[in-house]
Each structure stands twice: as C-alpha cells, then as structure tokens.
C-alpha cells in the first residue's frame, strides 16, 4: 500500500488556500481592506506592492465588466435582429401563398438573410471579446458619451455631439 506523500504549498496553492480560509471567515465587507493589508504586512508584501497589484486586479475587473456589458449588448442586437428576421419573413411567407401559390419565392430572402442571420450569430455567440477591438472601442465611446449626457442633465446647453 503506498502512503500518500503531501508535497511543499506553492504559491498557487497558499493563494487558493487564503482565499477559501477567506471565503469561509468573511461574512461581510466591512474591514477588508484593513485584513488585506495586514495580511500583507504579515506576509512581507510592501504597501506599495499591495497598492499596485490592487490597481492592476481593479482595471481588470472594470475591463471584464465592460466586456460582459458589451456582450449582453451584442446580445440585445442579435435578438433584435431575429425578431425581425422571422417577423419580415413570416410576412413574406404569407403573401406568397396569398398572391402566388404556384412559385415560392420567397425562399431566397429567407435563404439569403439567413445566411446574414447566422453569421450575426456566430459573432454574438463567439466567446472571445478583443478590447482593442475596433467594435468594442466604438461601443465604449458612446457608451460613455451617453453617461457624460445622462450625468450633465436634460437642461445643460453643452452640446458636444461630434457625430
């Protein structure tokens, strides 16, 4: 019978193992930071160290946020987009049984908005999300547009559309 062998923490596993320990001890946010930052003192982490690193975790998270908001509103427009796929096509389906029984052609808008259909559903659906890309980019800036225009007011003459 082989006896099992535990083996030295890595840094990995010390990680994972203080935030479970945190996980199961920490009920509410109040005194985080202060825990944070003793547990850093504790571990020989400088302040400067900590200040940075919490920087770095930060912009990231803001950048994952963003990049989750962007993909339910990709969302929205692919839902959009079907709607009015099977809304027009129902239609055009409709009138060509109507108006002409004997010829079915109606099937070539469907196939071709279909195949435009399924290729804003790959992109919608595709997991990776660049943030240099050119759509994200475009998407962020009016986005923030529209929050610097909700923040000033319905009544602020400053009008800064540059579109």
């Known amino acids: 019978m082989q006896q099992y062998r535990s083996h030295e923490p890595t840094d990995d596993d010390m990680e994972a193992i203080l935030r479970l320990a945190a996980l199961k001890t920490s009920t509410t946010d109040v005194g985080a930071r ?8 504790e571990l020989g982490i400088s302040p400067e160290a900590l200040a940075d690193a919490e920087r770095e975790y930060m912009g990231r998270k803001k950048e994952e946020v963003l990049i989750e908001e962007y993909r339910e509103s ?25 108006a002409t029984p004997g010829r079915w052609w109606f099937i070539f808008p469907l196939i071709g ?11 919608t659906l595709s997991k990776s999300i660049d943030p240099l890309d050119d759509d994200f980019i475009e998407w962020r800036r009016k986005r923030e547009k529209v929050r610097r225009k909700l923040d000033r007011g319905p009544f602020d003459d400053d009008d800064d559309d540059d579109d």
């Open 34 to 41: 202060e825990r944070m930052l003793a547990a850093a003192a």
């Open 74 to 98: 990709r969302l929205i427009g692919w839902r959009s987009h079907l709607i009015s796929y099977l809304c027009v096509n129902t239609a055009l389906i409709l009138l060509n049984l109507v």
């Open 113 to 123: 908005w279909g195949i435009g259909m399924a290729i804003h559903t790959g992109v």
